[in-house]
């Protein structure tokens, strides 16, 4: 089986390719080989590839950025990956589209949105995602759509995930304050990856499957958790949302849950694992 994954160096594609399983080809795509706005590149690549899958992790997510280009927003999260998932179908490849907590509107409360629940966007990252799961789903029916969340994992950025960035504030400061009306359920690339590869190889139905850790927490508690792991003496003190100064819509809850896949194990176990390997 010859899989592409798209991303390759970032945080969930690197993952996917160290832990691939035995037997599959892995050909990683990174930025360094092409920018898949590229299309012309893109096709011959796929022609010349003929994947029997391509795993689609290349993203633009910087939530903040996303509202300020809506355009390159649109074109890398939507309108790329279902360019993809149109091409590999022709030869019956399959298209794994990573998409995110982020296309719900964060109403819901008490219980994680499921596979069934609506999506609604309320910002333009989620919005970009959620059109490019309807293009992956209506191009290309032998289609995986894996929701996930709030990941951290080994990265080649020195600042790249919520967990590094929180380590270095608390390094350099010495009161962090930190949103405690926000809800996610923060998942690590190394389990995330594992789940992928499993619904993969079980051929397991093709749709929509999310792909978090288990449990539910704020941003604060999150923080509060990796200074406490780093054994680090900074006060955590939360604030609202509204005190962050953040213009961006979010959604206010937004923990995943799987009707379909067995849980995960919880974060804070997952994130011991990861800080213990910093
Ligand atoms: N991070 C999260 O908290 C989170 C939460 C929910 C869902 N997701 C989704 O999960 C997926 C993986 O996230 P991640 O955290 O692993 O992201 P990441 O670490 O930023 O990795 C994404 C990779 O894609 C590459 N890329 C982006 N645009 C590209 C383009 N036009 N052409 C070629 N390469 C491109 C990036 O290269 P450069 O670094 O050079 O830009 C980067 O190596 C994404 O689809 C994201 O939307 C992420």
């Given at each position: 089986?010859?899989?592409?994954?798209?991303?390759?160096?970032?945080?969930?594609?690197?993952a996917?390719?160290?832990?691939?399983?035995?037997?599959?080809?892995?050909?990683?795509l990174?930025r360094?080989?092409?920018?898949?706005?590229?299309?012309?590149r893109?096709?011959?690549?796929?022609?010349?590839?003929?994947?029997d899958?391509?795993?689609?992790?290349?993203?633009?997510?910087?939530?903040?950025?996303?509202?300020?280009?809506?355009?390159d927003?649109?074109?890398?999260?939507?309108?790329?990956?279902?360019?993809?998932?149109?091409?590999?179908?022709d030869?019956g490849g399959?298209?794994?589209?990573?998409?995110?907590?982020?296309v719900?509107?964060?109403?819901k409360?008490?219980?994680?949105?499921?596979?069934?629940?609506?999506?609604?966007?309320?910002?333009?990252?989620?919005l970009?995602?959620?059109?490019?799961?309807?293009?992956?789903?209506l191009?290309?029916?032998?289609?995986?759509?894996f929701?996930?969340?709030?990941?951290?994992?080994?990265?080649?950025?020195?600042?790249?995930?919520?967990?590094?960035?929180?380590?270095?504030?608390a390094?350099?400061?010495?009161i962090?304050?930190?949103?405690?009306d926000?809800?996610?359920?923060?998942?690590?690339?190394?389990?995330?990856?594992?789940?992928?590869?499993?619904?993969?190889?079980?051929?397991?139905?093709?749709?929509?499957?999310?792909?978090?850790?288990?449990?539910?927490?704020?941003?604060?508690?999150?923080?509060?958790?990796?200074v406490?792991?780093?054994?680090?003496?900074?006060?955590?003190?939360?604030?609202?949302?509204?005190?962050?100064?953040?213009?961006?819509?979010?959604?206010?809850?937004?923990?995943?849950?799987?009707?379909?896949?067995?849980?995960?194990?919880?974060?804070?176990?997952?994130l011991?694992?990861?800080?213990?390997?910093?």
């Amino acid at each position: 089986m010859k899989v592409i994954v798209t991303g390759a160096k970032g945080q969930l594609g690197s993952a996917l390719v160290k832990n691939a399983p035995a037997g599959f080809e892995i050909i990683p795509l990174t930025r360094k080989n092409f920018d898949l706005r590229e299309t012309d590149r893109l096709k011959q690549f796929l022609q010349d590839t003929r994947p029997d899958v391509v795993i689609n992790t290349a993203a633009f997510h910087n939530t903040e950025r996303c509202e300020e280009m809506p355009k390159d927003t649109m074109i890398v999260n939507s309108m790329i990956p279902s360019f993809m998932a149109d091409m590999v179908g022709d030869w019956g490849g399959i298209f794994a589209f990573i998409s995110t907590d982020y296309v719900f509107n964060g109403q819901k409360r008490g219980e994680p949105y499921y596979e069934d629940d609506e999506p609604d966007p309320i910002n333009i990252y989620g919005l970009s995602k959620n059109t490019g799961e309807y293009g992956v789903k209506l191009l290309n029916s032998r289609h995986y759509i894996f929701r996930t969340s709030s990941l951290f994992g080994k990265t080649s950025k020195p600042l790249g995930n919520f967990v590094l960035r929180i380590l270095d504030r608390a390094r350099r400061e010495n009161i962090l304050r930190v949103v405690n009306d926000i809800f996610i359920t923060p998942s690590y690339t190394n389990d995330v990856s594992l789940r992928i590869w499993e619904v993969i190889q079980n051929k397991s139905p093709f749709g929509i499957y999310h792909v978090a850790n288990s449990g539910t927490t704020s941003w604060f508690d999150f923080a509060v958790e990796i200074v406490k792991l780093a054994g680090l003496k900074v006060e955590v003190i939360p604030i609202s949302y509204q005190e962050s100064n953040s213009k961006l819509r979010r959604p206010k809850w937004s923990p995943l849950g799987s009707k379909k896949l067995p849980p995960l194990r919880h974060w804070k176990e997952a994130l011991k694992e990861y800080m213990d390997e910093l």
